[in-house]
């Protein structure tokens, strides 16, 4: 694609062989595919293909105001484009500050993740950084999209404001409409995946431990015969076998906030101390 004179033009054919023009062209004026030939110098490629998302009369959001506009005015020389606000006003603006309606979220602008306006004015929103802003909660009171990405201007309950870009930015979770119990059980299931991932199926690992240990008791295929005593033993190794799963399943530890194997001698320590009672009983 070229311009001619600022008019958008398509390459249809090119004269190799001619003295004066280099390429014939097409562009549509008043209606009417006109077909001219021009020189090389005469024309001008499209640096930005964004533009040509663009058309006359085109409704778009204008995102500094989040806004719903239409353009007016194509300039493919600069990559700009004059748009019209509802109250007939007109300004010409750089393609960053443009969002598609057909693309809510996707701003016109390069393939880079801050240049994706994913909140708008009065957004409540939580803070992801490493500083001391880190896990506040404020409400975005501006924003303001460049070639590099959008920057928002995020007001504090103390009154501080400060800005941050998408990447440092998360929305707040709405409250559940739901019942207690649902939101009771929302939590417990969500308490669960976490624990999963630092146990993993350690029910299914333990039973199958305790079945190895358990077959010097096995008195037919559906019964096993043991001792009374063995049942304190078999509680107590279970918790510790719970937490030798929790190693295998996570040997680095990461997340893991407790220490299996701090928790491994404390049931050692109980187990030593359950062995004493009950000496001490039958003596």
Do not use: W
């Not at 010097?216 to 295929?221: I, L, P, V």
């Amino acid at each position: 694609m070229s311009r001619l004179n600022g008019i958008l033009a398509e390459i249809v054919k090119v004269l190799p062989d001619s003295n004066y023009n280099d390429y014939v062209i097409q562009y549509s004026y008043e209606g009417e595919i006109v077909t001219i030939k021009v020189r090389d110098e005469e024309l001008q490629e499209i640096k930005d293909d964004r533009i040509l998302q663009l058309e006359l009369g085109q409704e778009v959001i204008y995102t500094p105001l989040d806004i719903t506009v239409k353009i007016d005015q194509i300039n493919y020389l600069y990559g700009q484009v004059a748009i019209r606000f509802p109250d007939d006003g007109v300004q010409v603006v750089g393609l960053e500050t443009l969002r598609l309606l057909d693309e809510e979220s996707v701003a016109l602008n390069k393939d880079n993740d801050l240049c994706i306006q994913k909140f708008k004015v009065g957004d409540k929103v939580k803070t992801k950084t490493d500083d001391d802003y880190n896990n506040l909660t404020g409400t975005i009171m501006n924003l303001k999209s460049y070639n590099y990405g959008t920057e928002y201007t995020v007001m504090f309950e103390d009154g501080r404001d400060t800005v941050f870009n998408n990447k440092e930015l998360e929305f707040v979770a709405e409250k559940s409409k739901s019942g207690r119990f649902t939101e009771i059980a929302l939590e417990l299931g969500q308490f669960t995946d976490e624990k999963n991932k630092q146990y993993g199926s350690s029910v299914d690992a333990t039973y199958e431990m305790i079945k190895v240990l358990m077959e010097r008791y096995t008195y037919d295929e559906e019964n096993y015969l043991m001792p009374k005593s063995l049942l304190q033993h078999i509680l107590l190794q279970v918790r510790m076998m719970d937490k030798q799963n929790r190693l295998f399943n996570n040997p680095s530890g990461k997340g893991d906030s407790e220490s299996p194997y701090k928790d491994l001698v404390g049931y050692s320590l109980i187990g030593v101390d359950m062995v004493e009672r009950n000496n001490e009983k039958t003596n």
